[in-house]
């Protein structure tokens, strides 16, 4: 968290009216809020201050929500929430793709954006908290205290939500887990789709080669993390 007494978030739309009515919502819940009209503009205050969350249109003028989280996660973990107007799940894996911790489609209920804040706030202060936890399993290595994951000591590269995924499974090695318990594990809700948590183990294999451990599907269950067997 910023040094500040209130958490502070970002909200960026073109649209004045959502921008205005988030606005009021979230400051009755006790946050401080900053707004930008563009891609352009909020990629300039992301620059320049420090918030706690960004809320982010994913179409607006100037860069937009997809550029801007693609740019921010070179440099930082901050959370995001898209606002998206299409209802589409290209638009919804594409921002999980590139580090969204949630989204939100248009129209939408205010209260529901201010509980999804609220959501995705807990578990980036709980994802910080101190924890000495060791994971091994094969020649996979997780220190779960500086969120580093090592195969054969060398780094894998992870995302915030592929860490806690791929932590979440060495702690319950060759027990089959559903996507909705991963969902509630992982995420800390039922908002996210079972794709969300399909997209995320997709990229994990790709990133698993050489460590001693694969993730199995278990048709009509869910997933489970085993060590592999030796050619």
């Known amino acids: ?35 930008a009209r563009d891609g352009d503009e909020a990629t300039k205050l ?21 550029q801007i989280i693609r740019n921010l996660r070179r440099r930082s ?15 919804k894996v594409a921002g999980l793709q590139f580090g969204a911790d949630d989204y ?17 706030l807990r578990r980036s202060r709980a994802a910080t908290e101190p924890s000495g936890e060791q994971i091994s399993v094969g020649e996979l290595r ?29 702690r319950f090695t ?10 509630d594990l992982v995420w800390g809700t039922s908002f996210y789709s079972m794709r969300t948590v399909d997209v995320h183990v997709v990229r994990l294999r790709s990133k698993l ?6 993730i199995e599907t278990v048709w009509g269950s869910g997933y489970r993390l085993v060590e592999a067997v030796p050619a």
């Open 104 to 120: 939100v489609t248009k129209p939408f209920n205010p209260a529901e954006l201010v509980a999804r804040v609220q959501s995705v």
């Open 142 to 170: 997780m220190d779960v205290r500086n969120r580093r994951a090592l195969v054969k000591d060398t780094p894998l590269a992870l995302t915030p939500k592929e860490f806690d995924l791929l932590a979440t499974f060495a």
């Open 1 to 35: 968290m910023n040094g500040h007494s209130e958490p502070r978030i970002l909200v960026a739309d073109d649209d004045r009216h959502i921008v205005d009515l988030v606005r009021m919502y979230l400051a009755k819940a006790g946050y401080d809020v900053t707004t």
């Open 209 to 214: 080669d050489g460590s001693g451990v694969r």
């Open 46 to 66: 992301l620059r320049e201050q420090q918030f706690d969350l960004a809320i982010l249109d994913i179409m607006m003028p100037g860069q937009d929500g997809l």
């Open 174 to 183: 060759n027990i089959t887990l559903d996507r909705e318990k991963l969902l």
């Open 77 to 91: 973990e901050l959370p995001v929430i898209f606002l998206t107007a299409r209802s589409g799940d290209v638009d």
